[in-house]
T-cell receptor, first 112, second 116 residues
């Protein structure tokens, strides 16, 4: 089983719909992140959480919200999806030492 | 804010040859980490190599090595004996070293094509 699991893997939704992307991890890490990948822009940070009670905005948080339900679970919501939120979304985890991050398989989201 | 720049959107190399991907970064910190991640068509993000800024020695992982120039804020990736499986997007990333700042900042990526 993957250390970081994202669901769904792919999703097509309509403009204006609410959608939730879920992430769970078995690494036991405190730090969890949501990134968005667009062609030519690399990965950009949406939100991050350093523990269950700590939620922080990243560089592109507008239009998104998150919930840290437990140490192992971190969900990303689009309250009212719009076409320019079409992208590849990654969840990642890390610990406070060592530096490296572990990524989920990504969720390909298309808003039509 | 920290920035990471990859100035080569696309690169190509003949199989078995050597290729170097460029990355520069901007920071006022002295303690940080640098990474190269590979993203094949499967879209999985795979860590290729990691460098700690306080270490002068360049990191190596089999056919992958880096040229870390701290003063110049340059962190290039060299792939030797290129293989077809090396074809992917490569992202350079930066992370501050101090506790409580474990966020990655990514470059825009370089798409590497391997020519058989």
């Amino acid at each position: 089983d993957a250390d970081v699991t994202q669901t769904p893997r792919n999703r097509i939704t309509k403009t204006g719909k609410r959608i939730m992307l879920e992430c769970s991890q078995t690494k036991g890490h405190d730090r969890m992140y949501w990134y968005r990948q667009d062609p030519g822009l690399g990965l950009r940070l949406i939100y991050y959480s350093f523990d269950v009670k700590d939620i922080n905005k990243g560089e592109i948080s507008d239009g998104y919200s998150v919930s840290r339900q437990a140490q192992a679970k971190f969900s990303l919501s689009l309250e009212s999806a719009i076409p320019n939120q079409t992208a590849l979304y990654f969840c990642a985890t890390s610990d406070h030492a060592g530096g490296r991050a572990f990524f989920g398989q990504g969720t390909r989201l298309t808003v039509v | 804010a920290q920035t990471v720049t990859q100035s080569q959107p696309e690169m190509s190399v003949q199989e078995a040859e050597t290729v170097t991907l460029s990355c520069t970064y901007d920071t006022s910190e002295s303690d940080y980490y640098l990474f190269w991640y590979k993203q094949p068509p499967s879209r999985q993000m795979i860590l290729v190599i990691r460098q700690e800024a306080y270490k002068q020695q360049n990191a190596t992982e089999n056919r992958f090595s880096v040229n870390f120039q701290k003063a110049a804020k340059s962190f290039s990736l060299k792939i030797s004996d290129s293989q077809l499986g090396d074809a992917a997007m490569y992202f350079c990333a930066y992370r501050r070293g101090n506790f409580g700042n474990e966020k990655l900042t990514f470059g825009t990526g370089t798409r590497l094509t391997i020519i058989p």
